[in-house]
C-alpha cells in the first residue's frame, strides 16, 4: 500500500503527531495506512544481546515494560517525559523516531546506545544504525515505500549509569535542548560516556569533544563541568522565535554537566 | 466511507464514517455527546479527553474508524443516574471549576490517574493532569479535588471491605 502511495502515503502510527500536523495542514497525504492493528509490531523481547522493541509499542508500554527498565533504563527515563499521560498512551516508540522531530525526546537516546532500527519494504528487510537514520529536520533514511518495523537496542549491562535531562519552557512545550547520555564508572571515575543533544540541530547529535574529554576523567563536578564546555561543539540550533542560539548553546553545557553528574551517581 | 461499530457509555452505536472523521467529532456532532468539548484539537489541550478501551486518549487525535469495535467512556458515562461520581462531586464541592470548558477533560485524566495510583501525592496530580489546560488557571482547586475524590474513594473501598469482612 506504501509502495502504491509513493510520497503522498502517510503511515499513521500513534497519531499523536501526524494528526494534528494533518488538523493544522501542516501535512497533506493523499493516502494513511493506519498500522495499530498489526500485533507484530507491537511488545518487547530479547535476542542475545538486544533488546527489541516493536515499533508500534506505545510510550506507555515502553515505561512500564520490565525488560526495558532493566536493560535500557534510560529509554524508560527520557519516555516518562514525553508529551503527558494520554499521548502516551497512543503515541509510539517506532512512530516518535519516523517523525524525527529535532525537539523529540527519543531519537537522542537511541543514538546514544548504539541502537538499530530494522526497516521493511518490498525489497525486504534492513538494518540502519541510529547514526545514519536521523538524515534531517523531519526526514529518516526510510524510503517511501519502506516501514520501520523495530528498534534494537544494545543491552548495557552492570557499571553504567543513564540519564535523560530535560529542559522546556512550559509544561506542555518540548524540549527546548535535551541530554541524554551514558556512563560506564570504573575505580571511581568515568570510563566512557556517551552524549546526545535533542534540539541543537536538525538532527539529535552526539556531543563528541565532550565524550572525549570525559573518557578517563574523575566524576567530580569541575572535572565533568570542565569536559560540558565543549557541549556545543559542532552544534547548530535551529532558527526558534523565542530562544538565541546562543541561549540553547548555553542550556547544553549547563544540562550536559547535570546529566553526567546524574549518569554517574554524583549529583 | 466505513462502516464502524463502537460501543460508547454502555450503548454500542453502528454508523458509517469518513475516514477523517475525529472521534471527538463523531462523538459531539453524530451522537450529540456535546459534554466531551474541543478546545485547541491538536492534542494539546485535554479538554477533550475520553477513555477508550480503558486508556484516556486526547479525542481530537483519533480517528473515530480507530475506534471501531471499541469501547468508549465519556464525561456523560460517568454518572449512575443521578448519583455524580466522586470526581464530578468534588468538582462541585471544592469549587474546581469557574468557566467548566476544561473540567470534562480533567475529570477524565484524573479518573485515568486514580486508577493506577489510588492515593496519589499532589504533585503526582499535577504530572498527570500535565496534559489538561485551565485558562482560568483554578488549578490549585482541581488539585484539591482530585485529592478529595481520591480520599472518598479510598474510604468507599475501605467501607467495602469492612461490610465485606462484617458479613464473612
Known sequence: MLAEGGEEAKVLAGGQSLLPMLRLRLARAELVVDVNRVPQLRGVWEEADSLVIGAMTTHHDVIHD???RRHAPLLAAATETVGDPAVRHRGTLGGSLAHADPAGDLPPVVLVLNGELVA????GRRTIPAAEFFVDCLTTALKPDELLVECRVPKLGEGWGFHYEKFRLSAQAPALVGVAVAVRRENGGIAEARVGLTN???????????EVALAGADATAEAVGRAAEAAAEG??????????????????????????LAAAGSE | MNRISVNVDGTTYEDEVEPRLLLVQYLRDRLGLTGTTIGCDTANCGACTV??????????????????GGEVTTIEGLAQGTELHPLQRSFHEQH???????????????????????????????HA???NLCRCTGYQNIVQAVLAAAAELEAGRGAATSSEAALA
Open chain 1, 66 to 68: 520490565e525488560l526495558v
Open chain 1, 120 to 123: 521493511e519494504g518490498p525489497r
Open chain 1, 200 to 210: 541543537m540541530g536538525a538532527t539529535p547529535l552526539r556531543a563528541a569533544t565532550v
Open chain 1, 235 to 260: 552544534t547548530s540550533a535551529m532558527y526558534d522565535l523565542s530562544t538565541s542560539p546562543e541561549y540553547r548553546a548555553h542550556l547544553a553545557r549547563v544540562l550536559t554537566r547535570r546529566a553526567v
Open chain 2, 51 to 68: 477513555d477508550l478501551d480503558g486508556l484516556s486518549v486526547k479525542s481530537c487525535s483519533v480517528l473515530a474508524v480507530q475506534a471501531d
Open chain 2, 96 to 126: 474546581a471549576l469557574q468557566c467548566g470548558y476544561c473540567t470534562p477533560g480533567m475529570i477524565m485524566a484524573a479518573r485515568d490517574l486514580l486508577r493506577h495510583n489510588p492515593d496519589p501525592r499532589p504533585e503526582e496530580i499535577r
Open chain 2, 129 to 131: 493532569l500535565r496534559g
